[in-house]
């Protein structure tokens, strides 16, 4: 066994990328979190005997930026639906994400090494405490991006994720680690202790989910949605002479029978491809699609003026049974080089946005909630909106469900759109409310406030799909009412606990070498 670690760290770089790749398997829609706790605890063995700082650097960048490529490899894949224009830029873009987030991998080794010689707790405690304030870290540096956060790897239960409404996936991400920690532990010093700790975590972990899951039970309300997911092929999406049909598939799927029993119908980002206010041909079909005694919510590339100049915003609109616009919202938290170019005035003309060739999108009213006569109020986001936490709903008014509108069809066949229905799914559990999610191509769903799957339509599946929201939309949470709070202000004090020990203890040992000296 010696030999063989001495063999891994001697090609740290290729262990490093091997191990990478292994850990990140444990996200949608794999899950396999048994190679998780494989690939870490022998992460944490190499940074064992890692002699230098450098070293411990060195591995874990590797470590990360196979971590990082293998999770978010299918952002790449929305660079090969216009593939003339943007194909060429998939290998660098897959270079360029593993660059900068395998960054994120080094702080947390760093901290391991620093706590080499402390015990094997202070290290995994340390290791997860800098971990998780990184995860803080990625949700809102240059405009955030916290996919694939740790927690999620417990999403494949929904009885596991209940424990993220008192503090969070970041949390879930806290005690995925310490679980792992308790393997590593185990092996590393042979305590049977360390195996009681992780089967009392996961206990408690179960005991608190099945008692939520089994108090909020919900019967249906009387309100109807209806998800519509026509599953067109990006690449036909915006194409002139296919707009037209795209348009007719989505009011043919809505007008299906039972419309009239149904409250909202339900379409996906940028459904809609037309100004259905200076077209009165169409609006005249969209009429079809809307129910007699409800409304239509899609959405809509809009044309606005903003201060005096006309501008482009990504929309949701709610349309009535007239066919006009009852309300709508305009996408706030746009995707970087997708919606619009960062930096505009120091890159050339000709690098534009991938999502569209019309022009750069503006940003529109934070966590608007959308208010209509005889219908509880609810919140709108529009597609990577929903992966960032405490920021998708307005707290101080909250509403009583959310709608979410994408669109994952420029993900094609990968793990990108079941990573995004499980931020949707700890988004509810987080904020204890509602979710109706469509998706033109991706998954559709109806997502209950314990995080539970209602109903769906499959990935590249043409279908629609009639469903009654839960009775009770919305739940008390901890996470939401102040618990992310007191569980990072928990982290600080740990990880300066164990920093202050650790100096307490290099200076006692310090004072007994100098007074041995002296004597």
């Known amino acids: 066994m010696k030999n063989i670690l001495t063999k891994l760290v001697n090609n740290y770089k290729k262990t490093a990328l091997v191990l990478g790749f292994l850990s990140a398997l444990a996200f949608p829609p794999t899950h396999?979190?048994?190679l998780f706790l494989f690939a870490f605890c022998i992460a944490f063995k190499i940074a064992d005997k890692s002699d230098t700082y450098k070293k411990v650097c060195a591995f874990s960048y590797w470590f990360g930026f196979a971590y990082f490529i293998t999770g978010f490899y299918w952002i790449g894949n929305a660079l090969l639906v216009d593939?003339?224009?943007?194909?060429?830029?998939?290998?660098?873009?897959?270079?360029?994400?593993?660059?900068?987030?395998?960054?994120?991998?080094?702080?947390?080794?760093?901290?391991?090494?620093?706590?080499?010689?402390?015990?094997?707790?202070?290290?995994?405690?340390?290791?997860?405490?800098?971990?998780?304030?990184?995860?803080?870290?990625?949700?809102?540096?240059?405009?955030?991006?916290?996919?694939?956060?740790?927690?999620?790897?417990?999403?494949?239960?929904?009885?596991l994720i209940q424990s993220a409404s008192v503090f969070g996936t970041y949390g879930l991400s806290f005690l995925a680690?310490?679980?792992?920690?308790?393997?590593?532990?185990?092996?590393?010093?042979?305590?049977?202790?360390?195996?009681?700790?992780?089967?009392?975590?996961?206990?408690?972990?179960?005991?608190?989910?099945?008692?939520?899951?089994?108090?909020?039970?919900?019967?249906?309300?009387?309100?109807?949605?209806?998800?519509?997911?026509?599953s067109?092929?990006?690449?036909?999406?915006?194409?002139?002479k296919e707009l037209e049909n795209n348009f007719f598939e989505?009011?043919?799927?809505?007008?299906?029978q039972g419309l009239k029993n149904v409250d909202f119908v339900v379409w996906g980002e940028t459904a809609l491809p037309f100004d259905i206010e200076q077209n009165?041909?169409?609006k005249e079909h969209i009429k079809k699609a809307v129910p007699d005694n409800g409304y239509l919510i899609t959405g809509v590339v809009r044309f606005g003026v903003e201060s005096g100049a006309y501008r482009l915003y990504n929309s949701m609109y709610v349309i009535d049974k007239n066919a006009d616009i009852a309300d709508f919202y305009d996408k706030n938290h746009l995707v970087p080089f997708g919606e619009y170019i960062p930096f505009r005035k120091y890159l050339p003309d000709w690098i534009r946005p991938i999502a569209n060739t019309i022009a750069e999108f503006a940003t529109g009213e934070k966590l608007k909630s959308i208010k209509l006569?005889?219908?509880?109020?609810?919140?709108?986001?529009?597609?990577?909106?929903?992966?960032?936490?405490?920021?998708?709903?307005?707290?101080?008014?909250?509403?009583?469900?959310?709608?979410?509108?994408?669109?994952?069809?420029?993900?094609?066949?990968?793990?990108?759109?079941?990573q995004h229905l499980v931020a949707t799914?700890?988004?509810?559990?987080?904020?204890?409310?509602?979710?109706?999610?469509?998706a033109n191509s991706g998954i559709s769903a109806v997502i209950d406030p314990l995080g539970r799957i209602l109903n769906q339509i499959p990935l590249h599946k043409k279908a629609y799909s009639d469903i009654k929201l839960p009775q009770y939309k919305t739940l008390y949470t901890t996470y939401a009412n102040g618990g992310k709070k007191i569980f990072f202000w928990a982290i600080l004090l740990i990880l300066l606990f164990l920093v202050i020990q650790r100096r307490v203890v290099c200076y006692v040992k310090y004072k007994i070498s100098v007074d041995t000296k002296a004597i």
């Open 373 to 418: 006569e005889d219908y509880p109020p609810f919140g709108a986001l529009i597609c990577y909106e929903i992966i960032f936490p405490d920021d998708v709903v307005n707290r101080k008014n909250k509403p009583e469900w959310l709608v979410v509108l994408t669109n994952d069809g420029w993900y094609g066949n990968s793990s990108g759109p079941y």
């Open 250 to 256: 989505y009011v043919n799927l809505s007008s299906q």
């Open 83 to 159: 593939i003339v224009s943007f194909g060429w830029l998939y290998p660098i873009a897959l270079f360029c994400i593993g660059g900068f987030f395998g960054l994120f991998m080094i702080p947390p080794f760093v901290i391991w090494h620093y706590f080499k010689d402390c015990g094997a707790w202070n290290k995994v405690f340390a290791f997860a405490c800098v971990w998780v304030l990184l995860e803080w870290v990625r949700s809102f540096i240059l405009t955030g991006f916290p996919w694939n956060m740790l927690g999620t790897v417990f999403a494949f239960n929904d009885v």
């Open 232 to 240: 067109i092929p990006q690449n036909m999406k915006w194409d002139r």
């Open 32 to 34: 396999a979190f048994v």
């Open 280 to 282: 009165y041909e169409y």
């Open 177 to 230: 680690l310490i679980i792992t920690g308790c393997v590593y532990v185990f092996f590393e010093t042979g305590k049977k202790s360390a195996l009681m700790v992780l089967c009392m975590i996961v206990a408690v972990m179960v005991a608190f989910g099945i008692w939520r899951t089994n108090k909020y039970q919900s019967d249906d309300s009387d309100i109807m949605v209806r998800l519509v997911q026509p």
């Open 425 to 438: 799914k700890l988004r509810a559990v987080e904020e204890g409310i509602t979710i109706v999610r469509s």
